[in-house]
Nanobody
Framework: QVQLVESGGGLVQAGGSLRLSCVAS????????MGWFRQGPGKEREFVAA????????YYADSVKGRFTISRDNAKTTVYLQMDSLKPEDTAVYYC????????????????WGQGTQVTVSS
């Protein structure tokens, strides 16, 4: 079992930055893959970024590549999403997720989810 708690969301103007954090507990954090997803108003949940347990490999959606950075601190059992150059279309509830085996961009393959944190980008 893995528990995930996100924080760091809020209201920001377009062009601004936010850093989301996700603290994990309950299982050996250093051995699981972590991802961020988002769900905007009236939209389906979509993949944002993912990182392997060793931090050697990261994946990004094309829509955020070059603007968002995923990282993790295994000692603190925390994964981060640094979001720069934010756009109004980034407005969504952002979810942290854990995948016990493997890593990818399909939400159905993730085993545990946080409750989400709201990010609102004003124009």
């Amino acid at each position: 079992q893995v528990q995930l708690v996100e924080s760091g969301g809020g209201l920001v103007q377009a062009g601004g930055s936010l850093r989301l954090s996700c603290v994990a507990s309950g299982r050996t954090f250093s051995k699981i893959g972590m991802g961020w997803f988002r769900q905007g108003p009236g939209k389906e949940r979509e993949f944002v970024a993912a990182i392997r347990w060793s931090s050697s490999t990261t994946y990004y959606a094309d829509s955020v590549k070059g603007r968002f950075t995923i990282s993790r601190d295994n000692a603190k059992t925390t994964v981060y999403l640094q979001m720069d150059s934010l756009k109004p279309e980034d407005t969504a509830v952002y979810y942290c997720a854990a995948q016990i085996y493997g890593l990818g961009n399909a939400a159905r393959n993730y085993d545990y989810w946080g409750q989400g944190t709201q990010v609102t980008v004003s124009s």
